[in-house]
């Protein structure tokens, strides 16, 4: 396959969780999100009830990869930050390790120089856990999808 | 490229809707919203023009129900069917698990259709998929307008591989969830093999 297997255990989701409640409240942001590039939801921690995750997930990861193919077209490897301004609420996108997208939404109780202070140390810290699962992933033998039966997929279908 | 969250204890896949410009792609979506309930959907996002031709992409997150305990969650993406979003195409095809191609029966679409396949298969290789391999429909969609071609032809043109096939006339409905059930199948058999 193109692209290993993403999976998420309780341990590192802790680990993971821990790291955004601690980002969250170290650089004063309203919300922080970890999504995958291919726009599924891994974490969140801060004011996220009001916010539609499911449509922004997916809509960051559209914006990382349009990035991501403008970085292509110029040679470069990945524009790893993105940064959006609005009157009220500012976006800080960055891609971890080429994995995942760690976004932070903010107001003016902060500033983007501490945010960035923050995020970047945030980064190392869940660099390492993704690579990790990344090796616990690959090592997986059996997913739980091994014994569905058809009648298992055709009553998924029967309403 | 499906998400398994153990601890959430949920499945997490994509599906993409590939064909020409105008087939009906984001009519489908569009069918599918209106017609699933509000607790199984999440909201229908269009990056559109100000014509509403698909720009980008347009995104429908759909839950289907349990499957062994383990919540299964679709996400489903159009891309947009113009030639020259080419570049944009590529992008939604990263990490997807199973396509639907959406063809135009109408005589006049016949040679879109075949580019837009062909497209797709080059589009995909570029990602490392074959279109052999991955779990893949098709729908020949625009069955109630005039001057269409006979299934049958439609069949020997694009579907060599005999895939799952289906009549479509997404503005109504016909064919849409046979459509989408029969890929969501071919996902899971598919997350079964890898499992196994």
Redesign the interface.
Known sequence: MPEPQMVMFAEEFHQIQGIVDTLVKSSNASVVFIIDKNGQLIAAAGESDHIDTTSLASLTAGNIAATGGMAKLLREREFTTQFHEGENANIHIQLVDNRVILVVIFDKKTSLGLVRLRVKKACEQLGDIFRQLAEKAQGLGQTPFAEITDDDIDNLFND | ????????RE??C?LVYYGPGLCGKTANLQYIYNKTNPGAR??M?S?ATETERTL??D?L?LA???????K?RF?LYTVPGQVFYD??R???L??VDGVVFVADSQIARMEANLESMENLRTNLAE???SLDSIPFVIQYNKRDMPGVAPVEELRQMLNPNNVPDFDGVATTGVGVFDTL?AV??LV??E??K???
């Open positions: 490229m499906s998400f398994i969250n153990y601890l959430s499945i997490n994509k999440g909201k996002i990056l980008f992409f995104f997150p289907l129900g349990e499957i062994r305990g383990f299964t996400h570049a944009s590529k992008l939604i990263k990490g990602q490392g998929y059930k969501a199948k899971l058999t997350l079964r890898a499992g196994g």
